[in-house]
């Protein structure tokens, strides 16, 4: 259903992108042939991109994928300031100042010339900025933390995607900044490819360098590919699989307990033993022990609070990525990006690395964070 409405969108903006921006603007056939020749090639280029994100070899694939996937993030931008311009053709109406056919044509071609500048600009600096990630830090004090944990750091990844746009040497990169940044424990909180472990094994290789010991748990985009083998093989990478359990890292008497759980849409895969359990991951922990807990969807928050979870730590939302289109997720979930606190619990939810569709960035730049816990009378925090 969702590849269905994904393609019904890129076909009704195309259309629409004609309309406004070739028939519009052009009188000769000649030229609204050719305007309409280019959007279907380029449009075929999208659908042909979205379709072939498993068929093909990453290496391969990437030309087509970052072709395509840059034209749909100009053409999604693009129509977002035609329908604006939508506003001034109403406005005019409205006031009794209906354009004559001249005028009509030159306003189309303003509007037109505009969406184009505004579209192509967004993009290249989105694109530039997708591909610098940064180290974000933030602070915060867990009330049942023991002071011998005071300064213990977790360095949190999500959304890598591995595949056409993200290859081994990106992943590579993230590596080494989690490795410069010395944390205590690694967290990649799930969507860590976009292939199967056949295809996109390799390009994995690099988690082998990590320093600090490293928790994964499932994001939506591994039941898409073939979660259960990953799950397999990337214990032979040095990476801890948490699926509804957890671990306890002591120093002297004190415990902290990292628990992670499957992602909620694991049940809908019929992937035989998976699916979120926040009980199982807790069970048996001390009520005055802190845990912190790694799951993909920052909407489990509301479970997590109500089971006293000190730190959840998540991802998913991409920090909205293409702003302002994609603050749609906020109908899903609870916040994009950053430190809240529902009731006891802190909630961080992480930009992320990598990106879905366009490989464009807005307004979302990409991040690795590293969380430095504190206990009591051990520093200051602040949401930041």
Do not use: K
């Given at each position: 259903?969702?590849?269905?409405?994904?393609?019904?969108?890129?076909?009704?903006?195309?259309?629409?992108?004609?309309?406004?921006?070739?028939?519009?603007?052009?009188?000769?056939?000649?030229?609204?042939?050719?305007?309409?020749?280019?959007?279907?090639?380029?449009?075929?280029a999208v659908a042909a991109a979205f379709t072939t994100?498993?068929?093909?070899?990453?290496?391969?694939?990437?030309?087509?994928?970052?072709?395509?996937?840059?034209?749909?993030?100009?053409?999604?931008?693009?129509?977002?300031?035609?329908?604006?311009?939508?506003?001034?053709?109403?406005?005019?109406?409205?006031?009794?100042?209906?354009?004559?056919?001249?005028?009509?044509?030159?306003?189309?071609?303003?509007?037109?010339?505009?969406?184009?500048?505004?579209?192509?600009?967004?993009?290249?600096?989105?694109?530039?900025?997708?591909?610098?990630?940064?180290?974000?830090?933030?602070?915060?004090?867990?009330?049942?933390?023991?002071?011998?944990?005071?300064?213990?750091?977790?360095?949190?990844?999500?959304?890598?995607?591995?595949?056409?746009?993200?290859?081994?040497?990106?992943?590579?990169?993230?590596?080494?900044?989690?490795?410069?940044?010395?944390?205590?424990?690694?967290?990649?909180?799930?969507?860590?490819?976009?292939?199967?472990?056949?295809?996109?094994?390799?390009?994995?290789?690099?988690?082998?360098?990590?320093?600090?010991?490293?928790?994964?748990?499932?994001?939506?985009?591994?039941?898409?590919?073939?979660?259960?083998?990953?799950?397999?093989?990337?214990?032979?990478?040095?990476?801890?699989?948490?699926?509804?359990?957890?671990?306890?890292?002591?120093?002297?008497?004190?415990?902290?307990?990292?628990?992670?759980?499957?992602?909620?849409?694991?049940?809908?895969?019929?992937?035989?033993?998976?699916?979120?359990?926040?009980?199982?991951?807790?069970?048996?922990?001390?009520?005055?022990?802190?845990?912190?807990?790694?799951?993909?969807?920052?909407?489990?928050?509301?479970?997590?609070?109500?089971?006293?979870?000190?730190?959840?730590?998540?991802?998913?939302?991409?920090?909205?990525?293409?702003?302002?289109?994609?603050?749609?997720?906020?109908?899903?979930?609870?916040?994009?990006?950053?430190?809240?606190?529902?009731?006891?619990?802190?909630?961080?939810?992480?930009?992320?690395?990598?990106?879905?569709?366009?490989?464009?960035?807005?307004?979302?730049?990409?991040?690795?964070?590293?969380?430095?816990?504190?206990?009591?009378?051990?520093?200051?925090?602040?949401?930041?």
């Amino acid at each position: 259903m969702f590849a269905v409405l994904t393609l019904l969108l890129v076909v009704v903006t195309h259309v629409y992108l004609y309309r406004r921006a070739v028939h519009d603007v052009f009188d000769g056939r000649r030229a609204r042939r050719i305007g309409a020749t280019v959007i279907v090639l380029l449009g075929l280029a999208v659908a042909a991109a979205f379709t072939t994100q498993r068929a093909l070899d990453p290496g391969a694939a990437r030309p087509l994928h970052t072709a395509g996937y840059l034209w749909l993030a100009v053409v999604l931008y693009a129509t977002c300031v035609l329908v604006v311009g939508e506003l001034v053709r109403l406005g005019l109406r409205a006031a009794g100042r209906a354009p004559d056919p001249e005028r009509r044509r030159f306003l189309s071609r303003v509007l037109a010339g505009t969406a184009a500048v505004v579209a192509l600009g967004t993009v290249t600096y989105g694109a530039v900025a997708a591909r610098r990630v940064r180290t974000e830090r933030r602070e915060l004090l867990l009330d049942r933390l023991d002071p011998a944990f005071d300064g213990f750091t977790i360095a949190a990844i999500s959304d890598v995607h591995l595949g056409p746009l993200v290859g081994r040497a990106d992943l590579a990169g993230f590596v080494a900044t989690i490795n410069a940044a010395a944390p205590d424990a690694v967290a990649i909180v799930g969507d860590l490819v976009d292939g199967d472990v056949a295809t996109l094994g390799p390009y994995a290789e690099p988690l082998r360098d990590l320093q600090a010991p490293a928790y994964f748990v499932t994001g939506n985009h591994e039941y898409y590919s073939g979660a259960a083998q990953w799950v397999e093989h990337l214990p032979t990478l040095g990476v801890r699989v948490l699926r509804n359990e957890r671990v306890t890292v002591r120093r002297g008497g004190a415990v902290l307990h990292i628990a992670g759980c499957d992602d909620r849409t694991a049940a809908r895969f019929d992937v035989p033993g998976h699916g979120f359990d926040l009980d199982a991951a807790l069970a048996g922990r001390g009520p005055d022990e802190p845990v912190v807990l790694l799951t993909h969807q920052p909407v489990m928050v509301d479970q997590a609070a109500r089971a006293d979870v000190d730190l959840q730590i998540s991802g998913h939302t991409h920090g909205g990525q293409l702003w302002p289109l994609t603050t749609v997720a906020l109908i899903d979930q609870p916040v994009l990006a950053g430190l809240t606190r529902v009731g006891r619990t802190w909630l961080y939810v992480t930009r992320g690395v990598g990106f879905w569709g366009p490989p464009v960035r807005v307004g979302s730049p990409p991040e690795i964070t590293v969380l430095t816990l504190r206990a009591r009378g051990g520093g200051t925090v602040g949401p930041g």
